[in-house]
């Protein structure tokens, strides 16, 4: 599945705001991979979490502007709109409708994260607050919470809550070992995932990538859902907001 335009819905690219890219040089050599790689649009979303406000929006729409230029400077097409990874806590739904907190490209579509020994009510809860609030939550690197894992219904229960479920590519393709591996493969082969990204945070081992796993999933579980996980869903977030676009 060889395309030039995959879309990221989950990145720590920008600089200096979280555990992801440090300097800009950084980001810029992250992007370039992205681009080489396929991937022309991407959402920004770094880490908001209790006690690590994220800093205001002008601030990181004056970041991504300034990535958006360098790139632009070097002839370099893709698209950057601002977002964020929330940590859940019960205040997220009025941070949300206050602007305290982000979502994605200025959509009613939100990236959370939970604690990774969170209990399945837990989350089960969470969900269905950002669901009663107005919101349509992407559970980000969905292989990655132990309660769910071990659920056997798990995923299944939070997707018919209305939940949308997020996969990291590197996890598809064994790089967080082989347990993780065959969980992810089973969701994917019961159509219960919704997005693939790269939550890419460096340059190395968490590189932007997606065009190996586009090609797997493509082979192993067809064009049209390959399709559906990195271009089209992403694609309805994007229409959706937009106002969380850089400018050009």
């Not at 969170?118 to 690197?141: K, W």
């Not at 070992?177 to 992810?184: H, L, P």
Request: with cysteine.
């Amino acid at each position: 599945m060889k395309q030039n335009h995959y879309i990221d819905v989950h990145s720590h690219i920008l600089p200096g705001i979280d555990d992801g890219a440090k300097d800009y040089d950084i980001s810029m050599q992250m992007l370039e991979t992205a681009l080489n790689d396929g991937i022309s649009r991407i959402i920004l979303t770094p880490h908001n979490k209790p006690g690590r406000p994220l800093p205001e929006l002008p601030r990181l729409r004056e970041k991504a502007d300034r990535l958006q230029a360098q790139l632009s400077g070097k002839g370099m097409e893709a698209e950057l709109y601002i977002g964020s990874e929330l940590y859940y806590r019960s205040e997220l739904v009025s941070e949300l409708e206050s602007g305290q907190a982000l979502t994605l490209a200025g959509s009613r579509y939100i990236l959370v994260e939970f604690g990774f020994m969170d209990d399945f009510d837990y989350i089960r809860s969470g969900i269905y607050t950002l669901l009663a609030g107005g919101y349509y939550p992407i559970l980000a690197h969905a292989e990655r919470y132990r309660s769910v894992c071990m659920k056997k219904t798990g995923i299944s229960d939070l997707v018919e809550m209305g939940s949308y479920i997020q996969l990291n590519a590197g996890s598809i393709l064994g790089m967080s070992g082989w347990k993780v591996r065959q969980f992810t493969r089973s969701l994917l082969k019961q159509h219960l995932v919704h997005f693939i990204a790269t939550d890419a945070h460096d340059t190395k081992k968490r590189a932007p990538y997606l065009a190996d796993c586009a090609d797997y999933v493509e082979k192993k579980y067809g064009r049209e859902y390959a399709g559906e996980l990195f271009i089209e869903n992403p694609l309805r977030i994007l229409r959706e907001g937009s106002d969380g676009k850089t400018q050009r």
